[in-house]
Structures are given as structure tokens and as C-alpha cells.
């Protein structure tokens, strides 16, 4: 049993009995943690002190429930949390106070732990021989430290160009840095190095503080490089991913807060609103996949019309016994493969049959009960063309209100996935760095360009979940109008901080701006600060447990499996979830609007986007877009010898099998010299 003790301390009980070995163990392991923690050694000393203490975990491996119960506590310590033993031998922990410290010991401590999860990796057999296969050379393939630029004569350059009048200077520079896009896609090769792009972009990102992991959903993956030297050294990398679907934040400055959408449209009440949310109603039914439902006689056409109580109910029935079917029988490596045969043309009738699995069933079913009930309730009050007093009477009643917030709920999961993104990786590599390099990448992530490579990609591309619902193929406008990130740290990024530039610049309008927006400070909620062994000891324990694995990582399953992965786990070891689960570490929210119209595009009221840039020459603004960086910073950055001391000291010169180079992967220890991805750089 777990509980809330005094003073803000929580109490830990894993379900051991009290004389029993685990019991024992569980207590030993606490108290040599809890003396290191009161030692007040520093990150490396903890780190290599808790490696030692690491053992413990890997003898108690004969007991799932104890080595998964003895990780977390493992990594609590390695978090900077407290630790005790009392008096009646309860194992109980207290956060650190994170949020009261130093912004700068604040982001020494969340630095600490990201490193000790991608030293992890880097430690890692495949990652250590995919390093050595990028430094080494095989056939007409280059090194990867090729593509490295000599900071020495990167600063040189610029000391030349500081030389000039400061009329001169923006043009001299274009000889010195001359930055372009390159999308990764595929097998695609360089053509200086013959590397592969895909490997290009893995390998600096191994240079991050925090470590690569691949995510779900729609990626698109881009390198900054530099045609002003040979090889086209990289200057940075970056990547657009599917957007993390809530985020209270976001979706409160977006619009998509259920009771503040309420309140808007409650005190501007217009006929409008009635007509989307019809629409918004009979588009979600329509590509929903039936024709199982009424073989089954579940329903039949004219409920579709004039939907009852009782259709409803058996559908709500029957989405929740399909959804407990597939918890029994799910496959998720058959899916997955299912899934690639459909992408390779092996199957032309592979998304009636997801439709017809039991998941999709139980989807199906749900999201027709909620647009049923929708639609009752609306041909209620709008039973015919909407009026704005007829929509007053909706929105005034609770039958109405909570219809509203269904139909807004089903229009952001419509776009959600396909109309915004997540900036997932963003930032320069040296000796680009200390000259803001990061800047250039950030804006450029949100250049015509970007999405208009987004579209380009994605703009034949079945969507999964809505194919899936649907039984046939669904493909989805990939027209970006939203973009997303947040810091790594809870004081703000300097990588982001001040980025804006005229959108006439990109062909817009006078007085509007491409920017990052700060909306706001994210819940410090989540698994990030878990290591990789933790997470696969909890997932070890829920699939032996009687219920087996409840969260499968299906697409189409839910959201934040690992999430609910951890979730499960700890609930099956009676520790506190929502304590645990919470790691602290409050990061800020950026948002990056790309049209005028975003807001009323993302609920579905406009049926195309009114960008802030043109698009007919998406190159030139990527070009713009590089001007206006040397101009705003560059050419100011490059009055500092300090500043081109730090770019100087990323030097081609080799130490052993690697170089000294800030952008050399050292799968070690030992801490890069580079500096990371949303650290501020102040010289």
C-alpha cells in the first residue's frame, strides 16, 4: 500500500511481505542509496557510485516485481531525490526541490540525468559499431568527419569578414556561410560523402544531450548544410514529427479547451457555428466503416438517420466488449507486419480488415454512439437551417453543451495529426553553435520550404487510423498551419527566445512576423526521466502479470503508450503513479502559427489555410530566411573574439581514433564539449 506520508515525503511499498527476502533487499538497496544521496557528491561521482549500486538490480532479476521496484528507486536517486528508512523500516522519498533552485543548477541537474540515458546508449553494442562505421571508410564511402567544418578556419573567415565596413558585411558572409535544406528521405545518399542522409542526420544527432529514440507517426527529417566549402559541411539537423495530441497549454491558446470554446460561442452565438457542427457531425459518420454492423444487425440505415437511446447503448456495449477482445487476443507484431504488406501493395483489402479487427470494431462503435448522440441532439434544436436563436437554445441547455464539446473533440483529432507538428529535433552542431546556428535551424524548421516538403510527402499518404475506421483508403490535406516545440529546460531557451523575422521578407504581408509564440509552461509530468532498464523491467511485470499486456503499441491504440505502459506498472506494484510520474521539470510551450487562418482551420470552419508567406518559390525563402539570420545575428555575433574563440576550438586535429571536434560522437562517458541543443549560449 502506498500513501501521502508527513512533511511531503512518500511512502514506497512495493507488495513484499514484511520477513520476506524481497522485502529485505528492496530495504538494503534504499539505505545505500539514501547514503549516497547524503555524501553530496557531484553528477559524475553519483553517477559512477550508482553504477556499483547497480548490481543489486541485476541480482534481484530472479524477481520481476523486486528488480523493477529497486530501478525506480534507482533512478529517484540518480534524479536528486531524497531518500529514507525509517524508524519502522518504510522506504520513503521526497522530490527534489527543483523549481525553488538556481535556473542554472536547475539546468545542471536536468542535464545530469539526460546524459546518463544517452551515455547509456552510446554505451550500447549497435550504437558503438554504427559510430565506427560512420568514422571509418568503406568503398566509395567517406567519413562521417567530412562533413565536419574546421572551426579554425570557419573563425578566420569571419575575423576577415569583421574587417569590412558594416554595409559589406552581409554580402562577404554569403562566401563564408551559405546555408541550404536538404530532406532526408529514404536511401538517398550524399553526393560529396556517399553516406547515407538517414545515417548523416542519426549520427549528429547522437550529439544531443538527451538520446535518439524513434517516434511514431509521421516524421520528416531535414539537414542544414553549408555549400560555401567543400562536402557541404552539416550546420544543424532537424525534424517535424506527429504532435503530441494534448497538451493543456497548447490547447487552451489554440481554442481547443472544451469549456473556454464553450463560453466563446456561448456569448457569440451565429448560425455558422450550427452549420460546421453538422458538418463536422456528418463527415465523422460517413467515413465510418458499417456494413459489419449491419450484417450483424447492430444497426441499420435508418438509424444512421434518426439515431434512438437504445442504438446508442447497444453501440456503447458493444465498443466496450470489442475493446476487451482485442486487450485478450491483440497481436502487435502481427499488425505492425500486417501494416507493411499494405504499404508494399501485398494487400489491397488490408484496411477493411483492420476495420474488422476487434480494436477498430470497438472504435468504430464509440465514435458512431458519440456522433449518433450528437446528431440527436442537434436535430433537436436545428432541425432544418440553422438560426442563430435556434443555436442560443442549443448551447443554453446541458444536452447541447456537452454535444459542442464532443464535436470539438472529434474535429481537433481530425487535424491534429495532419495539419500541425511537433518540432522534435532543433539546433546547430560546432562549430555552428556559438554563433547561434541554432536560430538559423529554428526558423528555417518553419520555412516554406519545410512544409512545403511536408505536403509533398505526405500528400498521397493514406492516413492509418482514419483508413482503419473507415475500410477504405482516407487521405488527409497535409497542409501545415501549426507548428510546436518546448524547451528542454523550465527557464526558457535562448535557441528560441526573440526568434521572429518579417513575413514581407517571405513575400507576406507588411507588419505581420514568423515567430515563436511562448504560450505557456507545460506539467512537469511524464517519463523522461526513467531509463530505458526501468521501463522494460515495468513492461516485464505487467505482461506476467493475470492480465497481461494491456497496452500493446499499436497505432490507433491510444495515446502515450509508454505513458501507459509505466502507468500500469506501477499501479501493479502499489507505488504512487501520479507521484512518481511526475518529474518536475515544467518546460516552456512555444507555438509557431503559419497562417492567418490557423485557428479556424485546425477545427475544420475554413476549408483551406491562408498562409503569412508565399509559396510559389519555397527555395527563396529558405534563402530569405538565411539573410535575415546573418543580418539580425551573425554579423553582430562575430564582433565577439571570445565568441570565435569558442567557434576556433572545434579544431580537425584527431585525439586518438576520434577527433577533437565538439561534433565528434564519443560513445563514452566522458561529457562533449559540444555545447547542446537548447543550452544557452552567452559569451
Not at 560523402?193 to 544531443?208: C, E, K, P, S
Not at 452549420?275 to 438509424?303: C, G, M, Q
Not at 497496452?551 to 501493479?572: A, H, M, Q
Not at 534563402?623 to 576550438?649: F, K, P, T
Amino acid at each position: 500500500m502506498s500513501r501521502q506520508a508527513h512533511n511531503d515525503w512518500v511512502v514506497l511499498s512495493p507488495p513484499f511481505s514484511e520477513r520476506s527476502l524481497a522485502h529485505r533487499v528492496f530495504r538494503e538497496h534504499a539505505q545505500q542509496l539514501a547514503a549516497l544521496i547524503e555524501q553530496g557528491v557531484d553528477d559524475s561521482a553519483m553517477n559512477a557510485a550508482l553504477e556499483a549500486v547497480l548490481g543489486n538490480v541485476a541480482k534481484a532479476e530472479s524477481s520481476t516485481s523486486l528488480s523493477a521496484a529497486m530501478s525506480i528507486l534507482t533512478d529517484l536517486a540518480r534524479q536528486r531525490w531524497l531518500i529514507r528508512v525509517t524508524d519502522t523500516d518504510e522506504v520513503e522519498v521526497h522530490r527534489p526541490a527543483g523549481e525553488s533552485l538556481d535556473p542554472s543548477r536547475e539546468k545542471a541537474r536536468i542535464r545530469s540525468q539526460e546524459l546518463v540515458k544517452r551515455d547509456e546508449q552510446l554505451r550500447e553494442p549497435a550504437t558503438r559499431r554504427f559510430i565506427e562505421n560512420m568514422i571509418g571508410r568503406k568503398g566509395r564511402q567517406s567519413s562521417i568527419y567530412n562533413l565536419l567544418r574546421d572551426g579554425r578556419e570557419l573563425a578566420a573567415s569571419l575575423r576577415d569578414v569583421r574587417k569590412l565596413p558594416i554595409e559589406a558585411r552581409a554580402a562577404a558572409l554569403r562566401d563564408v556561410v551559405n546555408p541550404y535544406l536538404q530532406f532526408v528521405e529514404g536511401d538517398e545518399r550524399c553526393a560529396h560523402t556517399h553516406l547515407r542522409l538517414q545515417d548523416i542526420w542519426r549520427y549528429f544527432r547522437h550529439t544531443w544531450t538527451n538520446q535518439y529514440a524513434s517516434t511514431p507517426g509521421r516524421t520528416m527529417a531535414f539537414l542544414v548544410r553549408d555549400r560555401a566549402r567543400p562536402n557541404h559541411p552539416v550546420i544543424g539537423i532537424g525534424a517535424l514529427g506527429s504532435p503530441i495530441v494534448q497538451i493543456r497549454e497548447r490547447d487552451a491558446w489554440l481554442g481547443w479547451n472544451p469549456e473556454a470554446f464553450l463560453e466563446f460561442v456561448k456569448e457569440s452565438p451565429s448560425a455558422e457555428l450550427g452549420v460546421w457542427l453538422n458538418k463536422t457531425i456528418n463527415t465523422a459518420i460517413n467515413e465510418l466503416y458499417v456494413a459489419d454492423f449491419y450484417a450483424e444487425e447492430l444497426l441499420s440505415v435508418r438509424d444512421l438517420h434518426a439515431p434512438s437511446v437504445e442504438i446508442i447503448d447497444r453501440l456503447n456495449d458493444y465498443g466496450r466488449d470489442q475493446r476487451e477482445k482485442h486487450h485478450r487476443f491483440a497481436n502487435s507484431p502481427e499488425m505492425k507486419c500486417d501494416l507493411r504488406r499494405e504499404q508494399n501493395g501485398e494487400n489491397t483489402e488490408f484496411w477493411r480488415a483492420r476495420a474488422e479487427s476487434h480494436l477498430y470494431k470497438s472504435k468504430r462503435a464509440l465514435t458512431l454512439a458519440d456522433m449518433l448522440n450528437s446528431r440527436m441532439v442537434l436535430q433537436r434544436y436545428l432541425n432544418g437551417s440553422p438560426t442563430v436563436e435556434a443555436v442560443q437554445q442549443l448551447l443554453n441547455t446541458s444536452d447541447g453543451a456537452r454535444m459542442v464539446k464532443k464535436v470539438l473533440r472529434k474535429a481537433k483529432a481530425d487535424r491534429v495529426g495532419i495539419a500541425m507538428a511537433d518540432i522534435t529535433v532543433c539546433g546547430a552542431i560546432a562549430p555552428y553553435s556559438p554563433l547561434l546556428g541554432g536560430k538559423l535551424v529554428s526558423m528555417l524548421a518553419a520555412s516554406p520550404e519545410v512544409v512545403d516538403a511536408y505536403r509533398r510527402k505526405y500528400l498521397e499518404q493514406e492516413s492509418e487510423i482514419a483508413s482503419s475506421m473507415a475500410g477504405r483508403p482516407i487521405v488527409r490535406p497535409s497542409e501545415l498551419v501549426f507548428l510546436g516545440t518546448t524547451s528542454l529546460y523550465g527557464s526558457g531557451s535562448s535557441q528560441y527566445n526573440r526568434l521572429r523575422m518579417p513575413t514581407e521578407r517571405l513575400g507576406g504581408r507588411p507588419g505581420e512576423r514568423l515567430e515563436y509564440v511562448e504560450i505557456g509552461r507545460s506539467g512537469a509530468y511524464g517519463t523522461s526521466h526513467f531509463t530505458t532498464t526501468t521501463v522494460d523491467a515495468l513492461v516485464r511485470l505487467v505482461q506476467q502479470s493475470s492480465n497481461g499486456q494491456r497496452v500493446n503499441s499499436i497505432f490507433g491504440e491510444g495515446v502515450s503508450p509508454k505513458l501507459r505502459k509505466l502507468r500500469e506498472g506501477l499501479d501493479l506494484l502499489t507505488l504512487p503513479a501520479d507521484v512518481l510520474l511526475r518529474h518536475g521539470r515544467a518546460r516552456i510551450v512555444y507555438g509557431v502559427p503559419l497562417a492567418r487562418n490557423f485557428r479556424e482551420y485546425l477545427l475544420g470552419m475554413d476549408e483551406a489555410p491562408d498562409y503569412i508567406f508565399a509559396r510559389h518559390n519555397p527555395r527563396e525563402g529558405t534563402e530569405a530566411i538565411s539573410d535575415w539570420w546573418m543580418q539580425r545575428w551573425l554579423c553582430r555575433r562575430i564582433e565577439s573574439d571570445e565568441v570565435l574563440d569558442g567557434v576556433a576550438r572545434h579544431a580537425n586535429v584527431r585525439d586518438g581514433q576520434y577527433l577533437l571536434h565538439g561534433a565528434c560522437v564519443r560513445p563514452t562517458t566522458t561529457e562533449d564539449i559540444q555545447p547542446m541543443l537548447f543550452d544557452d549560449i552567452e559569451f
